[in-house]
């Protein structure tokens, strides 16, 4: 790669396809990972309501208590007083 010479206020056309190769890859690895967290909550949603149609009330509510309680105690540091 060329070195820019101080007071070169203009991009070769080598660092430009650079900055686009490197944009397309985040780009990419974004949306993989945007797929990734939301096929994790879908598969996390069909697993919780298979619990609800299986198991009784009085034991997906005892399953389901140690996760809300983590999430409140999450929530708790964001409350403003």
Known sequence: MP??????CFMTSTRVNELVV????????????WKTSSDLAWIAFCFVRLCERLLPLSLLSLLLWPPAAAWDLVQVRQRKP
């Open 22 to 33: 490197i944009n397309t890859l985040l780009a990419s690895a974004s949306c993989k990972i």
């Open 3 to 8: 070195q820019l010479k101080r007071g070169d």
